[in-house]
């Protein structure tokens, strides 16, 4: 595109009511793009003229060099076909299946033994003791039972057939609405086991309380030398309340996580070994960064579960409001597979796996994905978990 020296320009500008406008008539005018007069304006055939990137000269309205087009003039913004920003959650940021393993049943209530567990340590004395050709004494274990009710949990989402088939390759709408609405279940059973290990009847102490005389919160309760014993006092608790078994897992937020591998403790332990990795002299921590990244490392012989994910309290619609899904504490728990003999601290009973379904809604021309869990998380062995609080200020 050329122009001849002295082509008329008609200026385009903004009335400051949204309209484009004729800088000297005041007339509303049509021009794709933006209003900016110093950016666009209007020759006398009615083509909108580019000025960025122009060298020119304008003395009463004529134009006397038009040099290269913009980049908007040869070409059409469209979406990358393999480019999208997301922010949907790994599976390794997932929490509840490192603390509370699923159980899978068949029916959506029933009960379950809890054996007693003082009865086997008991002090049986001279009644073990018996004459000869005398009958035993009697000896009975108790029992009591429990019973689980699942909760089924579902949430959907429609998409309308126009939408999908007009949807840009990058979104892959179904696939992103599948994953978004596991993430969105997932997310809430970490939610629920979380919030259980506060309100499920375990035991509870407060770091100070724990760590004894001397240990002090002054500054932050992990950066003193007193972690251990916190720690070390609720795992007797555990063992003395548990028959002898000591919890196997901790769970701790990020940033706690970050406190304790920074404590004086932590790294006075920590030495290199020849091959460039991070191991404790006392068999603790052997991969510090696995560590904070969410994986399960050792610390004072437990299963490290860190809580990477926020939680957003904010209502739809509403600007995001972000905070730790767990708070500054450390839970402790006993954590093993479902068997016969179970010695869980939280156990989810679930009927059936995650079901995924889709559904046609022909009346309004679309379909329903839609994600289901039907279970209920409950604390099936109350002393084997010990939560640790205000241990970090």
Known sequence: MSFEAGEFLEHITSDGKGRRVNASTGEEVYMPGPADPQIFCRNSKHEVVRYADVLRSINGGQVFRYAYPGPLDVH?????????????????????????????????????????RGDVTRDYGAKLERAVSATASDAQQAFTQSTYTSIDYALRDFL????????????????????????????AWDRRVLAAIGSAGFATGTFASLAGAGATVATSALANPYITLAISAAQS?????????VANTMVVNASLARQIASSPQVQAQTVYSPGGGRVLGDGGLTN???????????????????????????????????????????GLLYVEQPSRRSHNAITTFRVGGINIRTYRDEARRGTFIEVEMDQTELPTNSYGGYLITSAGV
Do not use: C, H
């Open 76 to 116: 059409v913004n469209k979406a990358l076909s393999d480019f999208a920003v997301s922010y949907e959650l790994g599976e390794d940021m997932f929490v509840a299946p490192k603390l509370s393993p699923v159980k899978t049943v068949e029916k959506r209530s029933d009960v379950y033994f809890t054996i007693a």
């Open 160 to 187: 309308p057939d126009k939408i999908v088939d007009n949807a840009d390759e990058a979104l892959q709408l179904t696939q992103q609405t599948t994953k978004f609405l596991q993430d969105v279940m997932e997310f």
């Open 237 to 245: 608790a555990i063992q003395l309340a548990n028959n002898g078994r």
């Open 288 to 330: 510090l960064g696995a560590m904070l990244a969410g994986l399960s490392e050792q610390f004072m012989g437990l299963n490290v579960v860190v809580v990477n994910l926020p939680t957003n309290s904010a209502k739809k619609g509403a600007s995001d409001s972000f905070s730790s899904l767990f708070a500054q504490q450390i």
